[in-house]
């Protein structure tokens, strides 16, 4: 048995446009024509989790979980500039409410990727007003659940989301420039910056980071590893009260480790991801030097199977507990997903649930065999190696 430190937060994350449903967002309008060809941008109904979030958060509590990140979509609160939309803010207070009532401490992202279609026109974060616009909802939506969240993530992975969006060009508003994509960096550098001043002044509990899609970066690729890894913490350090990591890839010399992957099929995700557990440990202490608690918002697989995702989750933990044995101070480990969910420009299959969704069953909830695993763990606090 491994144990984890006592209060550890154990939970699953997830975000509003890929499971909520009926969201008008600068993704779902390219539904019409505008889109790239073969790719559908509009999640639809995605899992109606804006209607089924009690009965989602009941199986999160069957899981014995204690914590849950989900994502307020910017879209819903202010439709159109400056004007917020009551009934939204309310049914967000309803979710919160929702997991507070089950025990789950909510962890809130203000921002995962999808933009309100009035401030993409505006440009989106090319705008030079775009941090102030941001830091404006970020204001409304605090005063507002101040007393209900602790926990504030602002910005959800701004190197996937820079990398796709403004460098490779497949993600909204489909640029391909390295200075916009460098430029889009420092403009959300800057809208954390003025959101994590704004939420401390309206808030004295309140606890605020970003989360990032840290890799493992080994041999030679290490000289990427400050631009992915490291040059965005950098610029925000003095602003953040904790460090947050999204795991999921290991980048390798001369795809040595991809080669042997390939051979031995088995240690790949349903989106031919090399499976690497050690690399959370390598990524976990890098990111000791800010000097911070530490969080893993996300951590999961495409694993449609449910075959390899057991192991993938002790193997993680396992490592994740070596780095805190080796001093790194690690607060809680957030599964990605709780549901089946919409990934983006691959649409709704790969499928990286805890719980699968039965899209030809009314959207019907099935627990995963994994799901069991992921339940003893969290009721021990602890690992069975
Ligand atoms: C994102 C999620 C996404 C997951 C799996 C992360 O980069 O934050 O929105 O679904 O990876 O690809």
Redesign the pocket.
């Known amino acids: 048995m491994l144990k984890f430190p006592d209060k550890f937060y154990w939970g699953t994350a997830t975000?509003s446009y890929?499971v909520e449903g009926g969201i008008q967002n600068d993704w779902s309008r390219l539904s019409g024509g505008q889109a790239t060809a073969g790719k559908n941008y509009d999640a639809g109904l995605a899992c109606d989790h804006y209607n089924r979030f009690e009965e989602d958060f009941d199986l999160a509590r069957s899981m014995n979980n204690n914590a849950h990140r989900f994502s307020i979509e910017w879209a819903r609160i202010e439709p159109e500039e400056g004007k917020f939309d009551q009934n939204e803010i309310e049914h967000y207070r309803k979710i919160i409410l929702a997991l507070k009532q089950r025990g789950l401490e909510p962890f809130v992202t203000l921002y995962?990727?999808t933009l309100p279609v009035w401030f993409a026109e505006k440009g989106g974060w090319l705008n030079p007003e775009a941090p102030k616009y941001f830091e404006e909802f970020v204001g409304k939506i605090v005063l507002e659940y101040k007393d209900l969240v602790k926990f504030w993530i602002t910005l959800?992975?701004p190197n996937?989301y820079t990398l796709e969006s403004f460098l490779q060009g497949v993600w909204p508003p489909f640029r391909k420039n390295y200075c916009t994509m460098n430029k889009v960096l420092k403009q959300l550098a800057l809208a954390h910056r003025l959101a994590y001043k704004k939420i401390h002044q309206i808030s004295n509990q309140a606890q605020v980071g970003i989360t990032s899609?840290n890799a493992w970066y080994r041999g030679i690729t290490r000289i990427a590893n400050y631009k992915w890894n490291h040059q965005f913490f950098g610029r925000i350090k003095d602003c953040q009260d904790f460090v947050g990591i999204?795991y999921?890839f290991t980048q390798s010399v001369l795809g040595f480790l991809k080669l042997i992957n390939v051979i031995k099929e088995k240690n790949k995700t349903d989106?031919g991801y090399l499976i690497v557990p050690e690399g959370i440990y390598h990524v976990l202490t890098s990111v000791r030097k800010y000097n911070r608690p530490i969080y893993i918002f996300?951590n999961?697989l495409?694993d449609a199977k449910d075959e390899k995702r057991e192991k993938f989750i002790i193997d993680h933990l396992k490592w994740t507990h070596k780095a805190i044995e080796d001093g790194v101070d690690v607060r809680g480990y957030f599964h990605?997903?709780l549901i089946d969910?919409f990934?983006?420009d691959k649409g709704f299959e790969?499928r990286?649930g805890l719980i699968e969704i039965d899209r030809g069953n009314n959207l019907k909830r099935i627990p995963r065999e994994s799901s069991k695993i992921y339940s003893e763990i969290c009721k021990n606090n602890a690992i069975n190696i």
Do not use: D, L
């Open positions: 975000s890929q995962h990727w959800n992975e996937i899609c999204n999921y989106m996300e999961g495409a990605w997903s969910n990934e983006w790969p990286f």
